[in-house]
């Protein structure tokens, strides 16, 4: 072990003297060598000899262990010990090596100990031309447009080559061809190729180019790559689409099916893409009709059928088509396809039914004539040929008329409407084309029916079952007639066969109404009066004459069970079903007492009773009969039966719902003798009551009947009273045929009017004075039967007569054939007035006028009749409604309506033809108001645009002639005619566009008709120029240059690129993207938003490793070609101080002894940082408190760790020293590096024990041979030089030398007691342990250690009296019979030799005689009696008493105490004297009570007497002088007194309830306060001078008193802010009332109070007078109003003016007749005694020197 020791020294000797060499010897520490070799050297190339350059001797390099100790590039080179050759290790390439760098060096640093050196060695390497040119792809595409202009630039990627200067790429060439050449640009000494556009392109002629670019570096021999280019060239929009053909021709038969094609369009286009896509459309003007009946397919360009084809209506289409491509802008070509439609049969028939009359009598005879039937078909020749045919198996036929296709339908046969009713006849009309088509019509002819038969009922007779108590007036049946029959004819009314008065005749309580025929019962049916009756009910049609039936309805009751029972017997004199029966005492069971009789009127079920028992005293006694209502008794009558029963007997029915009643027999027992007697008196009884009974009931029948008669006086008074006479003054307007929705009532004179309104059908407005809504009421009373039948029939007849004159008017049409038909033509313009005459029908025709209306000359068909009818007084021919000749014959040149005239007697047809002729009466118009128009920019001048064309309703010369456009520079009007002689203007382009300098133009087209005068109308033709990509995209600048901060975070804005394009849409929308030469690097570092050309920080920028970035920013459109323009930009990086300073430590040993010198060195530290500057400059130190510092070497960033001062292992073992390097970069950077040192231990500290003395408590009676305790030193020293043994120092034999009793453990300290120890012999002792480490020399301590014995409660408690005999505690102790409660009998006592707890003792009685005669105490062992002793209890008592101590384990001992209880001679003297002093002890507080109550009492008259003298004091004395306003309701809340001479006053306020404000000299609010001390009626007055009309309302008061100014109270007197919330007089001053005196007395503002203290308290009683509620104050001070007020000046404050200062306290103010003011103010609060004396003593002294208030 010591020589371990000895070698730690010599080494740690050693580094010493290292350091101090290498401090001292500075220049032989460093030295800097530089090789330079090329890349790609062979390993174990040689680089250079560096022992030999650095001098070193080569024989000592393995000893001194030379080797490189640091460098990023180690791997790379070794050191050859044995000769100290630096060689290479790896291959070294120099691009991987140093990426991008210009100057590529390795930085090594190398050792070599024994001397410890540090050399530096740099080698640069040196490029070679080892990397040919490559490009990042192997192939570049480019899309060109074909309109590109000759000398555009396109970038192409650079070629990258990683050798560097010369060996890079030099010069670029492009393989040969006839439209591109290859052109360079130098930027930051890199070389960018172009290619540069020499030819213009042509897709249609090359669409793809292919080209080979060569890059050739500067190396020898150079080096190359090349790139493929492919070009492709975009198309534009250079061709327009070219038709097949200038015009097609198709051919289609009518009615072809829909989706029918009828051609497909072909049209060509030689540009691509969207530029060649043709899609295909009608022309702009081509009629609306023509798009409904036809469709073209814009992408096939079939033209298929879309609607109906009608040869009739059209037979050749013209439609003008149009191509165009899809390019930007589109290109069109137009043409014309001609459709012809071929005929075919088509067309159905038409039927026209021109019908005289659709109703037919049912009696009308054969040939009568319907309708006339006119047919005609649109087709010609043997398609317009036509058969015509009728319904068969009907009574009609058709007769051919002259004229052809014209027919007659004819009655042929008898017609019955009761078997048919109506006929659809069906004319089925067929022509001869191929296939036929056929049509029909329907005619509905009704036959008009004929009162031919009568009513009939469906039975007869009806029997009718009615179950009585029906409601009255409720329908109880109803009976249905039928009438084949119709209308009036069918219309049947009811009525009932009333009798003659027979007896069983019912038909009085029956009515029927007479259209439903329903039947109500007026009464109700009771089955008990009447079960059955019958009667009859005629039925009468409404026909003329009418028919009519009867049919008889017999009737039948069925009972309910509506009847009670009613009670016979027994009966009461009242009315109630109440008997009393008598019966003797001595009736056997089975004795009939009385029967209930009772019946019901119902029958059957409902009519059968039962009785029952409901209620009965004793059941024992009595039985009743369910079904004859016997009762009877069930046993013999007891003396213990009651005198008196009472049976309650129920009688119900036995119907569904079951009605009963109730009956109570009273039964009396009675003795034999009295039972007859009894029964006399009770039936006379009775008749007396029913007596009674009947009289009422004849009173209230007589007064209903009286009433009832009145009634019906009344109401036939009221009813004669009425006027009958209901004739109109104002029935003169017979059209009336509205509905009455509201009516009002109205008589004038003997006339009964209604008004009716608001709402009437009549169809005007009335106008004052009118009379048309004014309605007669007829006259209901008078029903004429005779004028009914009147009416009726006229009506039957005129039917009669107009079938008859139709059948003769057909029989003439049929015979008379020449004056059938006519044929005129009449002319008239459209837009004529109503009531236009056209021309004389009649007399065209040479019809007689006088007869037209005779013959009802009419006009009967035609479509558009309803715009002429014909005047049949004059056969005049005018125009009844508005014609509009472009709504009657739309589209038509030629516009005629045919009319249809009739005839009659004889019947005549003939045909008007009218024809519409044109006016200008339509301007021209075009289908929408604003047409829009979009033109590409780059569309070449003479581009057509075909416009909407103008539509003009009028026909011929009234249509469009012309057009006009509004003046403009760019565009002219060309006029074309189309195929439908339409003239089609087209906007033909005469100036190039240009969208960036006019993006929409505005032009007017005016369209002009040929009329006279001419109409025009204008067409809005807004025209917006669309863009072409004709405009690059423009950098604000081409090249930008910015700083940004190195380390910028993520997601930063570098830069936002802002490139515009003058284009619109997506030609103006700019992206942007990196150029196609930009670094890989950069991509990473930098990230490019395509919209916005915001670039953002992506990756680290960090200054070290590039300090500046070049990024190419490509701008371009999203054209079709898109244009480019590239943007540089140059980002500078800025340093910041980002990179921590880096510590390298070559730690010679991490050990270091703790006797070391101070200037030990431990350690090499060398510093670097990365960053540049003052950011490099590095400060290096250490963390405090650590006995180490470091020592600045002569290089820069090399520094020594060496100790500082002397170590202590054992304060501190090791060190972890925190090397901290920090930068002088803003903010500073820093970097720690921890380093732990060990301190090794050497033996400087002896054992040493936690203290010098230790007591050690040891309870007795331990067990020999125990381990009772252990001593442990320690020491600050590790290993074997802490290693500590335990020894026991013996002492030399003393007495107390108990060392030799105990034994310690050497190694634990462990101490065992070898004996045991008692506390009662030995108490403590102490001897000494020695502790000795292991090291060397050794070290050793020792430690004194005190022994406390402890005690335990090993001892029992020993009994000292009683003493003790025989082993036992007993004894024996005397007391006399008649020793009170609480006698001492005697005292136990013990003791026990432990102490504290163990030595505590407590004694309790463990057995007793007699628990209720003796106490023990627990602590003192005294024994005491309870109670005295009595005559029964016994004379000696045995007492056994446990004395225990206090242990954990207690112990205990037992004594008896014998009590023997003895006969005293002295025991009633005591007792007398312990009676007499208590008899006067309680005659002492009997004494003290009387003297408290009777000072109590004297006290509280006193306190009534003065309060009765204080009461009685006061004055009654309170005439008022001013109190005449006897209209104050005011309550007082506050009041202030004050004197004034021999005058006392009352200030009261503020709040008063009179309602307004006191103007100054009013003494509406003053009181006067009389003189309590001064009685004197002429001199002391209550003053109180009320607000009255004058100022002299108030009585003058003279005076002898002169004025004085009064003083001014003391400002800080004041009440506690406490007392204004709930005092009862407190004031509002914060309202800030106002103080009024007298006229001319100054006008004060009473002060607030906020600024009373709030350590104040007091309070205040109610003011003596009333309160006012006011605002305001008025404030009187010196005399009375009686003496006038003195003029004061402005300013000037009267003598009698006073303010208080913020108080509402009463003051009382008194003013002697010298001038003497004595002025008491009273204040709140409690103040001190002292002061009050004080403020006394003053008014003293005040009076006796006679001051007045102007002193």
């Known amino acids: 072990m010591e020589a371990r020791r000895q070698r730690r020294r010599w080494e740690y000797c050693w580094i010493a003297l290292c350091f101090s060499l290498l401090l001292s010897f500075g220049t032989q520490v460093c030295a800097q060598i530089r090789y330079t070799i090329p890349e790609e050297l062979k390993e174990g190339s040689v680089v250079g000899h560096v022992a030999k350059d650095l001098g070193l001797d080569v024989s000592t390099l393995v000893n001194r262990k030379i080797r490189i100790v640091s460098g990023a590039k180690d791997a790379l080179f070794q050191v050859n010990q044995n000769n100290g050759v630096l060689y290479v290790y790896g291959k070294i390439d120099r691009e991987e090596l140093c990426d991008g760098n210009g100057a590529c060096s390795i930085n090594l640093k190398m050792a070599v100990e024994e001397p410890l050196e540090i050399h530096y060695v740099g080698v640069e390497i040196t ?287 008898r017609l019955d409407r009761e078997l048919q009713s109506h006929y659809d006849i069906t004319i089925t009309v067929t022509d001869l084309g191929q296939p036929p088509l056929s049509a029909f019509k329907s005619l509905s002819v009704q036959v008009s029916d004929v009162n031919d038969n009568n009513p009939e009922f469906s039975q007869d007779p009806i029997e009718l079952y009615i179950v009585e108590n029906n409601a009255p007036g409720a329908s109880i049946f109803s009976v249905i007639a039928s009438d084949k029959d119709l209308n009036e004819n069918a219309m049947i009314t009811y009525n009932i066969i009333r009798g003659e008065g027979a007896q069983n005749d019912m038909s009085s309580f029956l009515n029927i109404n007479s259209e439903t025929g329903v039947i109500y019962a007026l009464n109700r049916f009771d089955f008990e009066v009447t079960r059955k009756f019958k009667f009859q009910v005629l039925a009468k049609d409404s026909g003329t004459p009418s028919l009519s039936s009867n049919v008889t309805v017999h009737v039948f009751i069925l009972d309910q069970n509506d009847n009670a029972p009613v009670i016979l017997y ?264 109503e009531g236009y005459v056209v021309g004389n029908i009649a007399k065209d025709l040479g019809l007689d006028a006088s007869t037209l209306v005779d013959r009802r000359f009419r006009i009967v068909s035609g479509s558009n009749d309803a715009f002429f009818q014909v005047t049949q007084h004059n056969g005049m021919l005018y125009v009844d409604k508005h014609i509009d000749r472009e709504n009657v014959c739309e589209g038509n040149s030629a516009c005629l309506i045919n009319l249809k005239t009739v005839i009659e007697n004889p019947l005549e047809v003939h045909y008007v033809e009218i024809e519409i002729t044109d006016v200008n009466d339509h301007s021209p118009s075009f289908h929408d108001k604003d047409f829009n128009l979009e033109v590409w920019e780059n569309a070449v001048t003479g581009t057509r645009f075909e416009l909407q064309t103008a539509r ?177 930009l140059i980002v500078k990086v800025e340093d910041v101080n980002d990179n921590k300073p880096e510590i390298q430590v070559t730690s010679l040993s991490n050990v270091v002894s703790e006797d070391a010198k101070i200037g030990t060195v431990i350690s090499l530290i060398s510093v670097s940082d990365k960053d540049s500057g003052i950011n490099g400059k590095v400060v290096c130190s ?266 954990n384990i207690s112990m205990s001992a037992t004594a008896t105490v014998i009590v023997k209880v003895v006969e005293p001679k002295e025991a009633f003297a005591a007792s007398d004297v312990t009676n007499a002093v208590k008899d006067e002890e309680e005659n002492n507080v009997t004494f003290y009570l009387i003297i408290t109550l009777g000072s109590v009492s004297v006290l509280f008259i006193i306190s009534i007497i003065v309060l009765v003298v204080m009461q009685c004091s006061k004055s009654t004395d309170y005439s008022s002088k001013y109190l005449q306003d ?40 003053t009181l006067v306060i009389p003189d309590r001390r001064r009685r004197d009626s002429g001199e002391s007055t209550l003053r109180w001078c009320a607000s009255v009309s004058s100022p002299t309302s108030c009585n003058t008061h003279n005076t002898s008193t002169s004025l004085h100014l009064p003083r001014v109270p003391n400002t800080d007197w004041r009440y506690s802010a406490s007392l204004r919330a709930g005092m009862q007089s407190s004031v509002h001053m914060e309202e800030s009332s106002v103080m009024q005196g007298a006229q001319g007395v100054l006008v004060q503002n009473w002060p607030t109070v906020s600024s009373a203290a709030d350590n104040e308290g007091g309070e205040v009683s109610p003011p003596i007078g009333t309160a006012v509620d006011s605002n305001s104050w008025h404030f009187r001070y010196g005399p009375g109003p009686g003496g006038p007020p003195p003029h004061l000046k402005p300013g000037e404050v009267p003598p009698e003016a006073f303010i208080i200062p913020g108080s509402p306290a009463i003051i009382s103010i008194r003013q002697g007749q010298d001038g003497d003011d004595k002025s008491d103010f009273i204040s709140f609060g409690k103040k001190d005694e002292k002061k009050k004396k004080k403020k006394k003593k003053e008014k003293k002294d005040k009076r006796e020197k006679g001051k007045d208030d102007d002193d």
């Open 127 to 413: 490029d070679v031309n080892d990397n040919p040119p490559t490009f990042s792809e192997d192939e570049q595409h480019f899309e060109i447009a074909e309109h590109t202009p000759t000398g555009t630039r396109f970038q192409i990627q650079a070629a990258r080559d990683a050798d560097t200067k010369a060996n890079n790429v030099r010069s670029y060439k492009l393989s040969q061809n006839e439209h591109f050449e290859v052109d360079t640009k130098d930027r930051h000494e890199e070389k960018i190729p172009f290619l540069v556009l020499k030819k213009s392109l042509d897709r249609e002629n090359t669409p793809e180019h292919r080209l080979i670019l060569t890059a050739i570096d500067g190396g020898n021999p150079p080096r190359s790559g090349t790139l493929n280019i492919i070009i492709t060239v975009l198309d534009i929009n250079d061709n327009r689409p070219v038709f097949s053909e200038d015009t097609y021709s198709v051919t289609v038969r009518e009615n072809a099916a829909q989706g029918t094609v009828l051609i497909r369009l072909n049209a060509t286009d030689l540009d691509k893409g969207s530029n060649g896509a043709v899609e295909y459309a009608f022309g702009r003007n081509i009629n609306r009709k023509l798009q409904s009946l036809f469709k073209l397919d814009s992408i096939t360009g079939e033209i298929q059928i879309k609607g109906e084809l009608d040869y009739e209506e059209t037979e050749v289409f013209k439609l003008d088509v149009q191509a165009s491509d899809k390019g930007q802008p589109p290109l069109a070509a137009e043409s014309v396809v001609i459709i012809k439609i071929i005929d075919i049969n088509d067309n159905a028939p038409e039927i026209d039914l021109t019908s005289l009359s659709n109703v037919v009598s049912e009696d009308s005879k054969p040939g009568t004539v319907i309708s006339l039937v006119s047919i005609s078909d649109k087709d010609s020749g043997i398609n317009g040929k036509i058969i015509t045919t009728i319904t068969y198996n009907v009574p009609f036929e058709l007769k051919p008329s002259f004229q052809e296709n014209v027919y007659s339908l004819v009655t042929k046969g």
């Open 570 to 833: 027994p009966v009461s004199a009242n009315g109630s079903a109440e008997g009393v029966e008598e019966i003797s005492r001595n009736v056997n069971a089975g004795h009939l007492v009385t029967k209930v009789r009772a019946y019901d009127a119902d029958i059957g079920y409902n009519g059968w009773l039962l009785f029952s028992l409901q209620e009965v005293s004793d059941h024992s006694l009595f039985s009743l009969d369910r079904y004859t209502g016997q009762i009877r008794t069930l046993r013999s009558f007891t003396e213990t039966d009651e005198a008196q029963h009472k049976l309650v007997i129920l009688v119900k029915d036995n119907g569904n719902v079951s009605l009963s009643a109730t009956a109570t027999v009273i039964v009396k027992v009675v003795e034999p003798k009295e039972a007859f007697a009894a029964s006399d008196v009770t039936n006379s009884v009775k008749d007396e009551e029913e007596n009674n009974v009947t009289f009422y009931l004849i009173i209230t029948l007589g007064s209903v009947s009286v009433l009832f008669i009145i009634s019906i006086i009344v109401l036939i008074v009221m009813q004669c009273s009425k006027s009958t006479d209901y004739s109109s003054k104002y029935l003169q307007d017979t059209n009336y045929d509205g509905t009455l929705c509201h009516s009002i009532q109205y008589r004038s004179g003997d006339k009964r009017y209604m008004l009716v309104g608001p709402r009437m059908s009549i169809g005007s407005t009335l106008a004052p004075g009118s009379n048309r809504n004014t309605l007669v009421i007829p006259d209901r009373r008078r029903r004429d039967s005779v004028e009914k039948s009147t009416a009726m029939e006229p009506r039957g007849q005129s039917l009669r007569w107009e079938y008859w004159w139709t059948a003769l008017s057909f029989s003439l049409v049929l015979f008379v054939d020449h004056h059938v038909s006519a044929q005129i033509r009449y002319s008239v313009p459209e837009e004529v007035k």
């Open 952 to 1128: 003009d309703l009028d026909a011929g010369v009234n249509s469009v002639r012309l057009y006009k456009l509004s003046k403009n520079a760019h565009f002219d009007l060309e006029i074309k005619d189309s195929v439908y002689g339409d003239k089609n203007p087209f906007l033909v382009l005469q100036k190039q566009l240009d969208r960036e300098t006019t993006k929409m133009h505005r032009l007017l087209l005016t369209a002009i008709d040929g009329g006279n005068p001419p109409k025009s109308g204008v067409l809005n033709i807004t025209v917006r120029v669309l863009d072409v990509n004709d405009n690059r995209p423009i950098c604000n600048s081409d090249t930008l240059t910015i700083t940004l901060r190195e380390n910028s975070i993520m997601d930063t804005v570098v830069k936002i690129i802002n490139a515009s394009d003058a284009d619109s849409g997506l030609n103006g929308e700019v992206e942007y993207t990196y150029g196609r030469n930009m670094k890989p690097k950069i991509h990473e570092i930098f990230q490019l938003d395509r919209t916005t050309g915001e670039i953002l920080v992506k990756g680290l920028i960090d200054f070290e490793e590039n300090d500046i970035y070049s990024l190419m920013i490509r701008a371009s459109d999203k054209g079709i070609p898109p244009l480019n323009t590239d943007c540089q």
């Open 1182 to 1447: 250490l963390s405090d408190n650590v006995p180490f510092e470091l020592k600045q070497s002569v290089q820069d960033n090399m520094f020594s760790l060496v100790t500082k001062t002397r170590l202590d292992r054992e304060r501190v073992s090791e060190y972890d020293i925190k090397i901290i390097a920090t930068d002088l970069g803003n903010p500073p950077l820093s970097v720690f590096k921890s380093m732990r040192v060990q301190v090794s231990d050497v033996n400087d500290n002896m054992p040493d024990f936690f203290a010098n003395s230790l007591e050690l408590y040891l309870p007795e009676n331990n067990a020999p041979g125990a381990s009772i305790f252990f001593v442990n030193a320690f020491d600050k020293d590790i290993n074997e030089n802490a290693a500590i043994t335990y020894h026991m120092i013996r002492g030399g034999g003393t007495q107390n030398d108990m060392a030799s009793a105990l034994n310690i453990n050497s190694e634990t300290g462990v101490i065992y007691a070898l004996k045991s120890f008692d506390f009662e012999t030995l108490k403590k002792f102490q001897f000494y342990v020695l502790a000795t480490d292991s090291g060397s020399p050794s070290l050793s301590s020792n430690v004194t250690v005190n022994v406390f014995i402890l005690d335990q409660n090993d001892n029992v408690p020993v009994i000292l009296h009683p003493i003790m005999a025989n082993g036992s505690a007993e004894g024996v102790e005397e007391i006399p019979r008649n020793v009170n409660a609480g006698h001492l009998v005697t005292k136990v006592r013990a003791y026990d030799a432990d102490i504290g707890y163990n030595g505590w003792l407590l004694f309790s009685l463990q057995e007793v005689s007699d628990h209720s005669l003796f106490s023990l105490d627990r602590y003192t062992g005294q024994i005491r009696t309870l109670r005295s002793f009595t005559e029964t209890d016994e004379t000696q008592h045995k007492l056994v008493i446990l004395v225990k101590d206090n242990g």
């Open 1526 to 1565: 006897t209209n104050y309701d005011g309550t007082l809340c506050h009041s202030i007194q004050y004197r004034s001479g021999d005058k006392r006053y009352m200030l009261v306020g503020p709040r008063m309830s009179i309602g307004s404000t006191l103007a100054p000299g009013s003494n509406r609010n």
